[in-house]
Antibody, heavy 122, light 109 residues
Framework: QLQLQLSGPGLVKPSETLSLTCTVS??????????WGWIRQPPGKGLEWIGS???????YYDPSLKSRVTISVDTSKSQFSLNLTSVTAADTAVYYC??????????????WGQGTLVTVSS | EILLAQSPGTLSLSPGERATLSCRAS???????LAWYQQKPGQTPRLLIY???SRATGIPDRFSGSGSGTDFTLTINRLEPEDFAVYYC??????????FGQGTRLEIK
């Protein structure tokens, strides 16, 4: 049974770096049938794609966040991570890690981690 | 970047009625790579429709999607109590880069 376990602090100070890690279990992390992504949802608002990564390390980022985002992968641990620098209150959101299928449904999300609220506040 | 505008922002209907939700793209979504998701309070989104009109696995046939180009519609026939939720459209024509609409809240009248 697939699980995406998200870990990281729930409170980050302004101007600091938000760091989250998603650990994948119950599925082949390095399968070419999937790639992995980060999506966030500010309180009371809609979904925002942050970026995605293949197990090979190829990354894609939302243009509006690209200068502040780094997504990395550790295949030995079946993990992928998000770093978002210079955070402000506008980065307060529920952060989700997610699985994207490849093939004809590439880009959709077929499995979501439970999400974690990250608050940016001093 | 393809922007998606959903309307209405909130839709108030009664169980048994039909819901019609709209998603309009700022430019044509190639190959109709448009998906719909349902999100209930405290839950993660669930994929309902992909390819504008194909139901995902396990989705009841009262949910249907239609449209092409820049205008897409999600229709829910005979609303059930569990259908009241927030619905998001997503374009994945430019994947891996994707965008979501701002959502339509379907509430009980």
């Amino acid at each position: 049974q697939l699980q995406l376990q998200l870990s990281g602090p729930g409170l980050v100070k302004p101007s600091e770096t938000l760091s989250l890690t998603c650990t994948v279990s119950g599925d082949s992390f390095s399968s070419y049938n999937y790639y992995w992504g980060w999506i966030r949802q500010p309180p009371g608002k809609g979904l925002e794609w942050i970026g995605s990564i293949y197990h090979t390390g190829s990354t894609y980022y939302d243009p509006s966040l690209k200068s502040r985002v780094t997504i990395s992968v550790d295949t030995s641990k079946s993990q992928f991570s998000l770093n978002l620098t210079s955070v402000t209150a506008a980065d307060t959101a529920v952060y989700y890690c997610a699985r994207h299928p490849t093939g004809r449904l590439t880009g959709t999300v077929d499995f979501w981690g439970q999400g974690t609220l990250v608050t940016v506040s001093s | 970047e393809i922007l998606l505008a959903q309307s209405p922002g909130t839709l108030s209907l009664s169980p048994g009625e039909r819901a019609t939700l709209s998603c309009r793209a700022s430019q044509s979504v190639s190959s109709n790579y448009l998906a719909w998701y349902q999100q209930k309070p405290g839950q993660t989104p669930r994929l309902l429709i992909y390819g504008a009109s194909s139901r995902a696995t396990g989705i009841p046939d009262r949910f249907s999607g239609s449209g092409s180009g820049t205008d897409f519609t999600l229709t829910i026939n005979r609303l059930e109590p569990e259908d009241f939720a927030v619905y998001y459209c997503q374009q994945y024509a430019t994947s891996p880069a994707v965008t979501f609409g701002q959502g339509t809240r379907l509430e009980i009248k």
